[in-house]
């Protein structure tokens, strides 16, 4: 038996959500503008006028009136902008443009720049019948019904009096400061509503509060963006699309309008927001905001869903690398308060007496193991007792940080009405339907023909993609094999400089300057550089932009991690590149520090560089065109003209830069404990600069829809992996924590009874005889090297010792126990948390049950309305 949905109604509302888009009320008045306006320059088919719900405006809506974006009546808003220039040859097919753009239902006006006198623009304004018209094309989900609540058990069991003390003490409270005021963000008190596909048979199921409102500016926005990609321009299939009129030159420019200015003269405090932009600019993009919750769901209604999920995860990869941030700082002190006590440290500080063989062949002379004092305290910085544990906790903050985004990610869709959206509503790129509209088949899923792409053409497609990235690899590569050789000739020089305080601190030099060099490298490289939907297109370019960005950021770095020192030779017996210059070797208290020197400063080099990219270079041009045209008092359309267009990439750079930074906090971090607070500093800059960047100096983008971060979550996913399996070898290879911990429990002085480095630096290094070669006196005569090899007086003089296999099978056997068990745990907590909170799926699920039985009664609603109107009889029931 069904519950009738008036009793459902009745039900004690204890838990609303959010979801879905706006149920907001207007004037009649306002109506009744709309349809006049409409009526006096389009003909078309009128909408019933029993499907307008009027009822009292309760406040001024920002949306309903956006001021300075309307047609010369004052009458009709623009929903998009056409830029072209009066100069530009390509007439006709502009004129054949616009000419089916009217046939499609949309309503153009021109108007001429105020600072261009050869540009054009053209104004777009969509009447309600096209919007009905393309909104049941495409799909869109509108609200119908409000929502109805019910009354959870746990509610029941507490009883109201329990939540009623804990909201008394609750605002006995101090605010918190993060969260954002409500009462300064008015414009977001919407009704909720059930959502359902837009369709003009069913009209009079949707709510239908007034015209203006109903279809939101981002809505409209792209509608006309639909057409407009899908409008001929020519004769023929391929002939199509403002993308390729925009890059033919027959157009300058297409963009939707901002809604108005960002700032007003008035406080906000006191006279409110003058539109979305100025709200989102006072309570979102300021940089006074930098310690505020995002308002998503403003940011959502402005940009669309795609732009709002990336503020969401950038949002919520920032929070998650507080505790990652904090965690990797107490690491760090505790290599910085342990430094001088470090008795590693200490052996090498006090090695007044051991003599290192020179480090190159020619001009270099030996020197004392203790001239490397400082060096080897800062190594103690990095390489500690903590390392193991730190890596270990990133392993499992990478997975906790990607199962919970998941979670929040559900309820982002929910609460936006994008479950299931991909399958209902993305449609072909018009550049596919153009190319492949001869061959079609039929789409299992909906049972329609559409544009089918061989596979032979998709594989030859799938060849050259893929010799492209190989190239642009191999050319990485080749840059990398330059650093390396510039490494070893700079070594020789520094080791062999005139100027004391270098040649004393010739592994500092040679680090420094190759990691200079090698910055300078990825940066030049990161300048060099047809699927079926639009979502297909983007996550294949994201994926081939990766691979190369990885590539060209990690290259060098994997050099020194893994390959730096470890095969260098011997005294005597050194491996040279092209029989001429001596491969480098490690520092004696290890290669640890190159690494860290190396993502120390490319991580905060490259940081400011995309910081400075981003907005510096772009802010001047910006700033003197909005002074320009505040002082001229341009339209509006004018004034985004002026503005920055967005990148013509999307949200791929914004992604990539972030997935690239969060690769090098967890892939090496072992290495380097700070890099989650460097990440955790740039990203709070980032949010706001990037808010700031698409309020106020770039030109509104169109408002897209998405249900996730595309490919990127693959991706990450994919570092979290790499990350457990480079830990484990740079701790196991790279730190000297597996030598330590050999020395300890098998050749320390008390063979493991009591764990005591002492002897430590003494047993890693081994002995060469100079005598010989070099005709010294018998006191000079042996220098000392970093390895595990016999005396030049022993049996078998050089030959691996048994510690020497001993630190080997330990290593191996970290690398296998540490990847097992951090992948062990990766596993039971991505079991242990669900993808989708039990209460969304339980609110989910009432909410399908109450989407049909309100469908029921609004039908049985409107038949009843029906035969009451034609005198008929009617009964509660079916008919």
């Known amino acids: 038996m069904h519950t009738s949905i008036s009793e459902i109604l009745k039900e004690k509302t204890l838990k609303p959500s959010r979801r ?54 004052g009458k009709k808003r623009i929903d998009y902008i056409l830029v072209y220039k009066k100069s530009s040859p390509l007439v006709e097919k502009r004129v054949t443009f616009e000419r089916n753009l009217r046939a499609e239902g949309l309503m153009l006006e021109k108007e001429p720049s105020l600072t261009n006198t050869d540009i054009m623009f053209v104004k777009i304004h969509v009447p309600w019948d096209t919007l009905c018209k393309y909104a049941e094309q495409m799909n869109i989900r509108m609200p119908f019904r409000k929502k109805s609540y019910f009354t959870d058990w746990k509610s029941k069991t507490m009883g109201s009096r329990f939540h009623l003390r804990c909201r008394q003490i609750k605002s006995w409270l101090p605010r918190n400061p993060m969260k954002l005021d409500k009462e300064a963000l008015p414009d977001l008190e919407e009704t909720d509503c059930y959502t359902a596909p837009f369709s003009r048979a069913r009209m009079h199921h949707f709510t239908i509060n007034n015209r203006h409102t109903f279809f939101s500016n981002s809505t409209r926005s792209r509608i006309v963006h639909h057409v407009l990609q899908r409008t001929k321009y020519e ?91 904090l965690v990797g700082l107490l690491v760090f002190l505790y290599g910085f308060l342990t430094m001088d006590t470090s008795q590693v440290s200490k052996e090498i500080c006090e090695a007044n007496t051991t003599i290192m063989c020179p480090m190159c062949e020619e001009n270099c002379n030996t020197w004392k193991l203790s001239d490397s004092c400082v060096y080897a305290k800062v190594t103690h910085l990095f390489d500690n007792g903590g390392t193991v544990f730190f890596a270990i906790f990133m392993a499992i903050w990478a997975t906790v940080f990607l199962e919970f985004w998941k979670r929040r990610r559900a309820e982002l869709t929910y609460d936006w009405d994008l479950i299931d959206w991909e399958e209902e509503e993305e449609n072909l790129r ?49 840059a990398v094999f330059a650093v390396v050789v510039f490494r070893l000739i700079a070594m020789e020089k520094f080791a062999s400089f005139d100027w004391e305080f270098v040649k004393k601190n010739w592994q500092f030099a040679t680090s420094g300057t190759g990691v200079c060099i090698n910055f300078m490298i990825i940066m030049s490289l990161n300048v060099v550089e047809h699927p079926r939907t639009e979502s297909e297109w983007e996550n294949s370019f994201a994926l081939k932009m990766f691979l190369f960005q990885f590539v060209n950021l990690n290259s060098s770095t994997f050099y ?46 490259k940081q400011i560089w995309n910081n400075f990219m981003e907005l510096g270079y772009p802010y001047g041009p910006s700033n003197y065109s909005l002074s320009l045209s505040r002082s001229l008092a341009l339209p509006q359309w004018d004034i985004d003209w002026n503005l920055q267009p967005m990148n013509a990439h999307g949200l791929v750079d914004e992604y990539l830069e972030m997935v690239l930074q969060f690769g090098f906090t967890t892939i090496f971090v072992a290495a380097f404990p700070l890099a989650p607070l460097l990440a955790l ?23 897209a829809r998405a249900t996730d971060i595309g490919i990127w979550y693959g991706i990450l996913e994919g570092i979290g992996v790499l990350a457990v399996i480079t830990n484990a070898f740079v701790i196991a290879i790279t730190s000297d924590y597996i030598p330590r911990f050999v020395y300890v429990f098998r050749y320390g002085p008390w063979g493991g009874h009591v764990p005591c480095l002492r002897g430590y630096m003494n047993s890693s290094l081994s002995v060469f005889d100079m005598g010989e070669r070099l005709n010294v006196s018998e006191e000079s005569r042996y220098c000392r090297y970093r390895d595990y090899r016999a005396s030049p007086w022993s049996p078998v003089p050089y030959d691996f010792t048994l510690q020497f296999w001993h630190v080997l099978a330990a290593r191996l056997a970290f690398i296998i126990v540490f990847e097992h068990l951090v992948f062990g745990i990766k596993s039971f907590i991505a079991y242990l948390i669900p993808d989708m909170p039990k209460s969304l799926c339980d609110r989910m699920r009432r909410e399908k ?6 469908m029921y009664e609004a039908e049985l609603e409107h038949l009843q309305k029906e035969r009451k109107k034609n005198g008929r009889r009617y009964h509660h029931e079916w008919p």
């Open 20 to 73: 879905s888009l706006p149920c907001l009320a207007q004037s009649h008045d306002e109506c009744l503008t709309e349809e006049e306006a409409e009526a006096s320059t389009y003909e078309a088919g009128r909408t019933d006028e029993s499907f307008l719900i009027h009822k009292p405006a309760t406040r001024a809506n920002l949306e309903a009136r956006p001021s300075g974006l309307l047609f010369r009546d």
């Open 681 to 703: 500093l740039n990203n709070i800059i980032e949010i706001r600069l990037d808010a700031y960047k698409f309020v106020t100096q770039w030109r509104r983008p169109m408002p």
């Open 560 to 605: 020194i991690a893994f390959f730096l020192g470890r095969f260098a030779g011997r005294p005597g017996k050194y491996n040279k590149l092209f029989n001429r210059w001596r491969l480098e070797e490690c520092h004696p208290s290890g290669c640890l520090i190159d690494l860290c020197l190396q993502m120390g400063v490319i991580m905060v080099l």
């Open 849 to 854: 049950y109450l989407m049909q039985e309100m």
């Open 235 to 325: 004769d023929g299939k391929s002939k199509m699309g403002i993308n390729r009129l925009l890059g033919n030159g027959t157009y300058e420019a297409a963009f939707p309008p901002h809604e108005g200015g960002y700032k007003s003269r008035h406080p906000i405090k006191t006279h409110g927001a003058q539109n979305h932009r100025h709200l989102l600019y006072e309570r979102w993009a300021r940089w006074g905001m930098w310690y505020k919750y995002q308002p998503l769901d403003l940011i959502r209604r402005y940009f669309g869903e795609k732009i709002g999920l990336y503020f969401a995860w950038l949002g919520w990869y920032t929070g998650m690398l507080i505790p990652a941030a």
């Open 430 to 478: 018009p550049q596919f339907e153009a190319k492949y509209s001869r061959v079609e088949r039929v789409n299992p899923i909906s049972g329609k023909p559409e544009p089918f792409q061989p596979f032979t053409d998709k594989l030859s497609r799938l060849m050259v993609s893929v010799s492209g990235i190989f190239f642009m690899m191999s050319l990485v590569l080749t």
